[in-house]
Structure formats: structure tokens, C-alpha cells
């Protein structure tokens, strides 16, 4: 795998004697066959960021820079075998396997719609315990006061980026009644990346008063 696909390039564009941050847009300097920098900045600005992700096994061209992390599932599942080669291990826990592993549960917990809570239940406990008994569960108050707002950061500045980098986006507008009679409005952005794919982005979803 080249230098510009490894991992590391899906979360920097590379520059001239530089890269660029797609998250809060810091350039870093960058030498040649080195990416040290690039990788100790994602690490110590960036940790609920999992620097593995999907890429394709024989094409040459660039990854899309353009999916959000939260919303794409599949990168999970990537994540997941780097997982298993930290767990076939009998050496202690890394503290990037621990990241990445808290990253993979911050995602279940999102797109799942589960509440943090879950953390505190014994059975879920035991489970997790069994697949890897050095692995230690976040706190629910380390869940909902450090580790969701720093992926919510993290993505917003992805989003923003996206949208900026893109020439043309189009708006929609939704407005519903739930069955408890509350109304809500919700506004999405829609744009074609680098690979002619359609990607949206839902940019507000709020409640309201006014009769529509």
C-alpha cells in the first residue's frame, strides 16, 4: 500500500511539505515516508477517532474523504479484525486498542440507539469481559461527558469540511407530528463527493411550536 492510501491519509490532505487536519483543519509539517506527526496529532487531538478504515484491496484510487464516521457502519467492521490480532494477544492491552475499542462501543451506543447506561449492566459486563478479559468499560460518565462530545466535534468539523469542498449542496426541509402531538423540523444537505456518490448530511433536527 502506497504512502498516500495508508490509513493515516483518510484523515489528512496532504500539501505541499504538509498535511492538513480534516477534523479542526491544523496544518502539520510532514517529512517524507514519515507519518509520526500526522498520527501523534489524530491520537492526542482527535481519540475517538479510529485511525483504521475501510480501504479497497486493489484499486489505486484515493479513499473518500467524504463519509462521516459515525454514520458509516462498514468501518466498523475493519475495525473489528484490527481488534481480534490485540485480543489473540496474551500481552496487556494497548492504550490504542483501548481507544479503538472505546470508539467501537461509542459507535454501537449511537447508531443503536442504546443508552450509556448500558456500560453498568452485569450481563453486558460479562460479556465483554469474555471476549477480552483486559479490556475495561468506560464509565457512563466518561461516555456522556468526554468521549460523545469529542466524536461530536470530531465529526462537525468532518461535515463542515465536506460541505465546503463541495461545489454544489442542496437543502431539504421535513416537518412531522410525532403520536405525542410534538412537532419537529429537520434539514438536511445533500452533495455529490469525489466518486459522483450522493452523500447527505442531516445538519438540524429541532422541535417547534408554530402550526404548520
Avoid at 491544523?26 to 515516508?33: A, D, F, I, T
Avoid at 479510529?50 to 489505486?60: D, Q
Avoid at 472505546?102 to 460479562?126: G, H, N, Q, W
Avoid at 412537532?183 to 452523500?199: D, G, I, K, P
Wanted: charged residues 20%; proline residues 5%; hydrophobic residues 30%.
Amino acid at each position: 500500500m502506497s504512502q498516500t492510501t495508508s490509513d493515516i491519509w483518510q484523515h489528512f490532505t496532504k500539501s505541499e511539505g504538509g498535511a492538513k487536519s480534516r477534523y479542526c483543519s491544523q496544518m502539520l509539517s510532514h517529512n517524507r515516508g514519515s507519518t509520526s506527526n500526522t498520527k501523534r496529532h489524530l491520537e492526542r487531538k482527535h481519540p475517538t477517532v479510529p485511525l483504521y478504515r475501510n480501504m479497497p484491496s486493489t484499486s489505486g484510487t484515493q479513499p473518500d474523504p467524504d463519509t462521516p464516521i459515525v454514520a458509516d457502519s462498514d468501518k466498523a467492521d475493519n475495525s473489528q479484525g484490527k481488534i481480534a490480532c490485540y485480543f489473540s494477544s496474551n500481552k496487556p492491552l494497548s492504550s490504542e486498542a483501548k481507544k479503538l475499542t472505546d470508539s467501537l462501543l461509542l459507535l454501537m451506543i449511537c447508531k443503536e440507539y442504546r443508552p450509556f447506561s448500558i456500560v453498568e449492566d452485569e450481563y453486558f459486563a460479562r460479556f465483554v469481559k469474555s471476549l477480552n478479559p483486559k479490556y475495561v468499560l468506560p464509565t457512563r460518565k466518561t461516555l456522556s461527558n468526554a468521549s460523545l462530545p469529542a466524536l461530536y466535534n470530531d465529526t462537525f468539523e468532518l461535515v463542515k469540511s465536506n460541505l465546503k469542498n463541495s461545489s454544489t449542496v442542496s437543502l431539504t426541509a421535513d416537518c412531522w407530528t410525532n403520536i405525542n402531538q410534538l412537532s419537529f423540523c429537520a434539514v438536511t444537505a445533500h452533495f455529490m463527493n469525489y466518486n459522483n456518490e450522493l452523500c447527505s448530511h442531516l445538519l438540524e433536527c429541532s422541535e417547534f411550536s408554530v402550526r404548520h
